[in-house]
T-cell receptor, first 116, second 114 residues
Framework: ELKVEQNPLFLSMQEGKNYTIYCNYS?????LYWYRQDPGKSLESLFVLLSNGAVKQEGRLMASLDTKARLSTLHITAAVHDLSATYFCAVDPSSYSGGGADGLTFGKGTHLIIQP | DGGITQSPKYLFRKEGQNVTLSCEQN?????MYWYRQDPGQGLRLIYYSQIVNDFQKGDIAEGYSVSREKKESFPLTVTSAQKNPTAFYLC?????????????FGNGTRLTVT
């Protein structure tokens, strides 16, 4: 059974600081996704990481994937209040088809609060 | 604009009643999914369907049923056999066979059963 673990689960940080969220998973996969969820809202896709060493950046967020270590990181640079949200990583356990055809397995999410 | 529509946004039911949650997409996606979200639990897969008239159980299918009669629609029925039905339910879709396609989510239905 695929397990996806995120840490930390809760993070309170100040604006302007840097921090990293970690996502570990238990079985071989080379497809990992990061999502953002605002309170009471749906999930918004942030990054799709498809191979070992993949790195994607969007604004103050940067995600990377190390398939050998079964680890992905989401790095926040110079945090701003608007980045306050819950961040989920999700792993595609299927060995074919792509696009999470058999459904993705999600971590429990990291609830991030950024204070002025 | 293309997207996924879930209705209703909020749903209240008495214990022992079956209830059906609607999910419609106009993205022309082949695959559709239902997830359940509980506080602090992340998302858990209930059912998914990769093609019309076919669907598979996810990790927590007990007490739920689905149908996929049309490509655009994937309704979820929460039956009276589901012991803890109160939760936030999210429907999603994706392009089957597309290696880099993430799941696209609807806005969710919050179900409260008393």
């Amino acid at each position: 059974e695929l397990k996806v673990e995120q840490n930390p689960l809760f993070l309170s940080m100040q604006e302007g600081k840097n921090y990293t969220i970690y996502c570990n998973y238990s079985t071989t996969s080379d497809r990992l996704y990061w999502y953002r969820q605002d309170p009471g809202k749906s999930l918004e896709s942030l990054f799709v990481l498809l191979s070992n060493g993949a790195v994607k950046q969007e604004g103050r967020l940067m995600a990377s994937l190390d398939t050998k270590a079964r680890l992905s990181t989401l790095h926040i640079t110079a945090a701003v209040h608007d980045l306050s949200a819950t961040y989920f990583c999700a792993v595609d356990p299927s060995s074919y088809s792509g696009g999470g055809a058999d459904g993705l397995t999600f971590g429990k999410g990291t609830h991030l609060i950024i204070q002025p | 604009d293309g997207g996924i529509t879930q209705s209703p946004k909020y749903l209240f039911r008495k214990e022992g009643q079956n209830v059906t949650l609607s999910c419609e997409q106009n993205l022309n996606h082949d695959a559709m999914y239902w997830y359940r979200q509980d506080p602090g639990q992340g998302l858990r897969l209930i059912y998914y369907s990769q093609i019309v008239n076919d669907f598979q159980k996810g990790d927590i299918a007990e007490g739920y049923s689905v149908s996929r009669e049309k490509k655009e629609s994937f309704p979820l029925t929460v039956t009276s056999a589901q012991k803890n039905p109160t939760a936030f339910y999210l429907c999603a879709s994706s392009i089957k066979g597309s290696y880099n396609s993430p799941l696209h989510f609807g806005n969710g239905t919050r179900l409260t059963v008393t």
